[in-house]
Nanobody, 120 residues
């Protein structure tokens, strides 16, 4: 069974950091592009970042550029999203998704999400 599982969310104060993890089971991530999305209540889903499969090129949304870094550890079959200088408006459920063509296009598999809350 192909599955993505996010972890690492939680409550953090403004200015704090979190590292989210997206672990795959049932398939290997190295041939997939992996993206992180987020959705806050009452707002549309937003693609935060994506890393392609082959050369590992990364995309970052303007809303988080300079504050997030996406990386992959193929040995652990896991992709990470390091988030720094968090703001209350970053509060959302964060999801990872996998694109089997490796190019950050259409996403075939989705995780269940992890809640990130930024509040004092």
């Amino acid at each position: 069974q192909l599955q993505l599982v996010e972890s690492g969310g939680g409550l953090v104060q403004p200015g704090g950091s979190l590292r989210l993890s997206c672990a795959a089971s049932g398939f290997t991530l190295d041939s997939y592009a992996i993206a992180w999305f987020r959705q806050a209540p009452g707002k549309e889903r937003e693609e935060v970042s994506c890393i392609s499969s082959s050369v590992g090129s990364a995309y970052y949304a303007d809303s988080m550029k300079g504050r997030v870094t996406i990386s992959r550890d193929n040995a652990k079959n896991t992709v990470y999203l390091q988030m720094n200088s968090l703001k209350p408006e970053d509060t959302a459920v964060y999801y990872c998704a996998a694109d089997k063509y490796g190019v950050c296009g259409d996403f075939d598999y989705w995780g269940q999400g992890t809640q990130v809350t930024v509040s004092s």
